[in-house]
């Protein structure tokens, strides 16, 4: 990982967006020699950010979502997941409402600030080690 | 009397989300048969909880009519997904089509 190296997106608010900005992640994340396995992990969460997003962000309203990335130090990568919409977990139907636990699986710290707009910051730590699973199995990385 | 019962085999490939929630539902359709159902999942590449709540649907649909139901994944990823959702047990996961196979040749949902 690169200290301060950084990435910032922003794609108009729609079911299209979250994949070419998971996309860039992942070459960004690749660029910084994160391990293949970790980097799914890191999309998968950042993936269901976007998700939710722009899903619920604007409604019909057109909208921009964000992502920031950035590299804190050897092993922490922070990623910053806004619009300037509303914040709706989604809950719909079965299965919805399974977003913010998969992020909370796999990010090291969670943030949601909802005022003026949803900003979802999540921490990620990118060292290669054998991690527990959220019901204690151990997930190989 | 008895006969074979067919199986259901439902493929979805490529990198599957909030994008694609509407092909992905419209694939996760059961047959008119009685057999037990195989989702493949093999070439998925990306899956995240929109699958998962299409599936959690689907396997409701299976069952509710007495069909037995199998994933097949072709990599870890998706099962390390199901672990994240707290959802480890919702699904029999098979990471081999043999095994997969046995296990919805056996009796019962």
């Known amino acids: 990982m690169i200290p301060g190296a950084e ?27 994160v391990a293949p396995v970790i980097r799914a992990d890191i999309l998968v969460a950042v993936g269901e950010a976007l998700a939710n997003s722009v899903e ?4 019909h309203e057109p909208g921009a979502v964000e992502i920031y990335a950035r590299v804190r130090d050897e092993r922490m990568l922070l990623v910053d997941v806004l619009d300037g919409g509303r914040f709706i977990e989604r809950e719909a139907t079965p299965g919805r409402g399974l977003g913010l636990r998969i992020v909370h699986a796999i990010a090291s710290a969670v943030q949601i600030d909802t005022v003026g707009g949803t900003r979802v910051s999540m921490a990620f730590d990118t060292a290669p080690r054998r991690r527990s699973g959220p019901r204690g199995q151990s997930l190989a990385t | 009397m008895s006969r074979q019962s067919s199986l259901c085999v439902v493929k979805l490939v490529g990198e599957l989300d909030i994008g694609q929630r509407d092909e992905v539902a419209a694939a996760l359709r059961l047959d008119d048969g009685d057999g037990p159902v195989l989702v493949d999942l093999g ?8 699958v998962i709540g299409e599936l959690l649907r ?16 072709g990599s870890p990823q998706f099962a390390r997904l199901l672990q994240y959702a707290g959802l480890p047990e919702a699904f029999a996961v098979f990471d081999n089509r043999a095994a997969a196979l046995t296990f919805l040749a056996g009796a019962g949902p």
């Open chain 1, 7 to 33: 990435l910032r997106l922003s794609r108009p608010a729609d079911a299209g967006a979250p994949r070419p900005i998971r996309h860039a992640l992942g070459a960004f994340l690749a660029a910084l020699d």
């Open chain 2, 58 to 73: 689907f396997r409701n649909d299976a069952e509710a009519r007495g069909r037995r139901i199998a994933l097949l994944i």
């Open chain 1, 56 to 59: 619920h962000a604007y409604g």
């Open chain 2, 43 to 50: 070439e998925v590449t990306y899956a995240d909880s929109t």
